[in-house]
Each structure stands twice: as C-alpha cells, then as structure tokens.
C-alpha cells in the first residue's frame, strides 16, 4: 500500500517519506480502491488489529496501514501461523500488544534497502550518462548486487574450467555365476599410464582373493520438517520448479488454509500443534497407510527436529483441511509438505554396507553393496537408496577376474548456478530473508541482468556490465561481508538490543562514503558499461567473442588463457600426451569450459601463441 518515495534529484539523497504506492510507482494505481475502502474502514473503529502475517514485512504492512489511514498507534496484534477457523479464533481470543520491535526491524529493512538502492542506482546511471550522454534505467541493491557478482562470477568460473583428468581403474570379477564390480583402492589415479600398467598386471593374473568381508548397518534418520528454504530445494530436485515458482504455489495454499505459515526459517515443529487432529484429518484425506504407520512406531507424536529456528513460526505443516480443485503444481506442493510433515514422525530408515577388499595379484579392490533392511520412513518419501548386492563371499574364496575397464573423469568441475543454488547460496552467505531471497533473484532476470538456457543461468551483456563495472570500481557495493552484517544488525533491532535510527543513520555514513568514491570514478565506470552495452563502440574487441578485450582478449577468454597455461603441462604429464595433442584432446572435452575450449583451438590455429 505504501512505498518510500523522495523529491530530491542527485546524490546522495538520504530525504524521503512514506507515500501511496501510486504515487511512487505508476503501476500502482490498482491499489487506490484498496486505499479508499480503508480509509473508509477506519471511521470510528473501537478496535484495531493488524491481523497481516506475523513477520517483519506484515508487521510494516499492518503498522503503515494504521499509522497512515486510520492515524492511530493504539492496535492489537494477532499472531497465528494457519488460517484455520480454530487457530484464528483462538489467536483473536488473545490479542497482544503491538510488536513494535518486528515493526522497527522491518521499517528499517525499508529504508537500508531504499538508501543503498537508489544512491547507488542513480550512481550507475549518472557515469553512463557521463560517458555517452545517453539515459539508461540501471539498479542496484543492497541484496541484490552482491548476488549479481556472485551469478556473473560463477558463470566466468563455469566456462573458464578446465578440471584435471584422473583415471578409475575397475575390475568386473566372478563369483561362481554372479558378476561384480571393484574398483582398485588408489582410484583415482592421477596418471593413466599407472591405472594402464595395473590393469595390465590384474589381467594376466585372471583370479584374486577374498581378503575380507565387512558387514555394517546404519540407520538413515527421517528428513526434518521443511522450512521455506528447503522445500524450495526441494522442489527443485524434484519437479525443476524455480524458487519463486515454489514459494507463490506455497503462499496459495497456505491462503487456502491447507498449510501454516510457509515463509518461515523453523525446521521444528512444537508441542502445542494438534499432531493429533492433524493425523486424524490426513488418514480420511488419502494418507491413511502413513498415518498408521505413524501411530504404529510413535503413539507419543514426537517429531524429529531440525537445528534451523524462527522467532514467529513453526517448520511448514499441513492443517488437515481438505484440498479442493487444487491445480497440479499446487497438488504436487500440497503432497510433499504432507509426507515431509508425516515422515518426520517415523523411525529412521536401516540400510546395510557391506565391503569386500579383494586381492588380486597384490593389488587391492574394494567393492561395495547395500541392501535396505527397513524401508521406514523412505517407503513415503520421494528420497530412495539404491540398492546394490554383493555375492555372498566369504574369507579365502577366489573369484575370476572377466575384465578392466579404466574411465577417465575430471576432478573439481564447476556446476553453473541455477535459481536454486543461487538462492542456496545466499542462504549459506547470510544474505536477505527466507521471504525475500526468491523475488531478489527474479528481479536480476526481470531488469535483464540473467537470463535462463537449458545449462543454468547465463549473464546478458548489461549484467556484465554492471557487475564487471561495481566489482571494478565500486567493490564495497559487491561485499557480502557488508550486507550481511547490515541482516546482523536488522536483527538486532528487531531483537530490541539496537535501534532503528542507530542502524539507519550508520548505512547513510557507509552509502555517503561509497557513493563519494563512486563520483571520483564516474567517468572510467561509464566508459566501462558503454563498452559492454554498445557492440558498435570503436574499442578493442575479443576476436573470439567481440566482447571488450583487455591485453587482447575479453574477461573470459583472459582468465581461461591463464588457467590453460597453468594447467597444461600437468594435463601432459596425466594423459602421456604431448602439448599438441593435449590441446586438441581439451578443445572437444565437454567437462572443460567453453571458453577454455575456445583458447585451446586459437592456440592450434595459431591465432593466440603461447
């Protein structure tokens, strides 16, 4: 309903107020209906509550609504975590006082995010304009920046990897009719030529020896129940869903009152939730089998916790209420949340290791198997262990060496970030909240920043621009250090052992020093984006990318011309190939970066010598 808006041009700008969303954001105006039937509302109220979620953001939401329309600061609370009939009129049975703490926290979310955002948007957008004379609309953002360089960087670190070859020598052996797999205990080698003369030896033997046999079992625990982030990672792995994408179907069902409150950081569930109501409504709904199996394993309902805690709410869990037309996103959502919740209540799962080291002409195999002695809680949930059998072997028993086969990999290969991991990643960082990481990673693909292909995400050239150029000239805008110890201190007013003000008035020092820094260096920054936002710009090009070339070569093809020096005379003494040979074997592996791929054939064409 409301949004922090200024009148003042320039920077720094640190005046600003509360206004009507409309009038800070032309696409607001949807909302001045909303502003008149509460202003409307407010006339004569005996009573109010501020009945918004209980958390930062609808504790502001609620405040600003009272502050402004109704011009009141006598408000009770409601806190609740389901829009179950029980739970609300028991949460409006007993009201609280104000939570004026959660308020200031989230008022001060606000104003840092405001404060950082546009000083250093409009720093952007003045050294473009100085250096071309052209307006662009750019952004920055306190969360959001940080995790820019973290996408950008991560994609530099995917096509300019050039992992090591290593090389698993594996023996297939049999034991009267049945066949098994060892992998000789030194895998990986680093250099083929020793798997190659092992292989050679085991080969001629043609029998090895059972030297031992060990059999061990393990208990595998049940999953916690799910906070937001990891039913986001979930959803993930199963259903490819973008966090996003998780967290809107969530917030749907939860509105439904099919679940609690689902933007929380808890991974516990306490005692004063009706397990047993909720069980019982589950059994009628489709999950009898698992109900019972509950009930049979654990007549007390004690759940098994996580470590992860949030002040205002529980780990996510259905209320038992009937699902009605839910669409198949929502069902899917719907069906993990409940089988996540119900096998948190079941023993854990027993699997079986068994290990045999076999001796084959003095060199050791190891093989391994494991079988599920009880399924438990893994019979419900989409999370399966792979059984593998091993022959029933025995001490001193020979068994027959078929074949070898040697299977050549790549050690510390980059994954490219997905929304997921990215969204993991902020979580590891201690950047933004479990409500707010998801939107700050749409909003870099909505102001065309990233971008998606069937590998993960990819920068476009103006989030090159923008993250080579902070990274550059403004690194205190990159710092996650900074950032998270801002989350640190938001928590600390809403713990109530900081203030608002104190908090506020220390970001404007930090954004007033960054921003005087930035101004000495508006020119060379703009310059800078203008080379990577103007193909057309008279400046030197890559001439494997036409991207802006420094000593020759782009930022990507640079860094993977230095990683493929370094690394190149290890590649020949692994494989036993010389430079030559080595290059052309790099230029079509698939496990090496495309950038670096790219350099080892201009290397072979001559276009680039080293």
């Not at 220390?506 to 103007?534: I, P």
Request: glycine share 6%; net charge positive.
């Amino acid at each position: 309903m409301f949004a922090l808006d200024t009148s003042r041009r320039g920077i720094p700008v640190f005046e600003y107020q509360w206004v009507p969303r409309w009038e800070a954001e032309k696409r607001a105006t949807h909302l001045r209906k909303f502003y008149r039937l509460l202003s409307w509302l407010s006339q004569g109220a005996r009573l109010v509550v501020n009945a918004c979620d209980y958390d930062i953001e609808g504790s502001v939401i609620g405040y600003l609504i009272i502050s402004m329309l109704f011009k009141r600061k006598d408000y009770r609370r409601m806190k609740f975590s389901s829009l179950t009939e029980a739970e609300l009129r028991r949460a409006f049975s007993n009201l609280l006082p104000p939570d004026t703490n959660m308020v200031e926290a989230g008022l001060c979310r606000h104003e840092l995010d405001w404060i950082w955002g546009i000083n250093c948007s409009r720093a952007l957008m003045e050294a473009y304009k100085k250096a071309t004379g052209k307006k662009i609309v750019l952004s920055a953002g306190r969360v959001q920046t940080p995790t820019l360089v973290e996408a950008i960087e991560n994609y530099i670190d995917y096509v300019t990897n050039i992992p090591l070859p290593q090389y698993t020598l594996t023996a297939t052996l049999a034991h009267g009719q049945e066949k098994f797999e060892a992998k000789h205990s030194q895998s990986p080698f680093e250099k083929r030529a020793d798997a190659e003369a092992i292989a050679e030896k085991v080969k001629r033997a043609g029998v090895g020896v059972v030297a031992s046999i060990r059999k061990e079992k393990h208990s595998i625990p049940p999953p916690p129940p799910f906070n937001l982030g990891d039913l986001q990672e979930e959803a993930s792995r199963l259903y490819g869903y973008s966090p996003y994408r998780t967290q809107k179907i969530a917030e749907s069902l939860y509105l439904n009152a099919l679940i609690s409150y689902p933007r929380t950081n808890s991974q516990k569930l306490p005692p004063t939730i009706n397990h047993s109501g909720i069980l019982e409504s589950l059994a009628k709904i489709g999950y009898a089998e698992e109900v019972r199996e509950v009930l049979r394993y654990n007549p007390s309902l004690t759940p098994r916790q996580g470590t992860k805690t949030d002040p205002a709410h529980p780990a996510i869990y259905p209320t038992g209420k009937k699902p009605v037309k839910l669409s198949e996103p929502e069902r899917r959502i719907y069906d993990l949340i409940v089988r996540r919740y119900l096998v948190a209540f079941m023993p854990p799962a027993l699997i079986e290791k068994a290990t045999a080291i076999i001796d084959v002409a003095g060199e050791k195999f190891i093989a391994e198997g494991t079988i599920v002695v009880r399924e438990s809680w893994m019979k419900y949930y989409p999370r399966k262990t792979r059984e593998k059998k091993l022959p029933e072997l025995a001490r001193g028993e020979s068994v027959k060496v078929l074949r070898t086969r040697i299977t050549e990999s790549f050690e510390s290969r980059v994954k490219r970030h997905n929304k997921t991991s990215l969204l993991i990643w902020m979580e590891s960082v201690g950047i933004g909240t479990e409500a707010t990481r998801a939107q700050i990673i749409e909003t870099l693909f909505d102001r065309k920043y990233l971008e998606h292909d069937k590998g993960g995400i990819k920068p476009t050239r103006l989030g090159i621009a923008v993250s080579l150029t902070v990274s550059r000239f403004f690194p205190k805008l990159t710092s996650v250090d900074l950032t998270r110890e801002f989350e640190e201190k938001i928590e600390d007013v809403r713990k109530g052992a900081r203030s608002r003000t104190d908090v506020v008035e220390e970001a404007k020092r930090v954004v007033k020093r960054l921003v005087e820094e930035m101004q000495e260096k508006m020119l060379e920054a703009g310059e800078t984006m203008a080379a990577y936002l103007n193909p057309q710009a008279n400046i030197e090009k890559c001439p494997l990318c036409n991207l802006p070339a420094i000593d020759g070569l782009c930022i990507f093809h640079k860094r993977a011309l230095e990683k493929l020096v370094e690394t190149l005379d290890e590649w020949s003494r692994r494989t036993g190939l010389d430079r030559k040979s080595v290059l052309t074997k790099i230029s079509k592996q698939k496990s090496v970066g495309q950038a670096v791929r790219e350099v080892a054939k201009a290397i072979l064409s001559g276009d680039i010598i080293i």
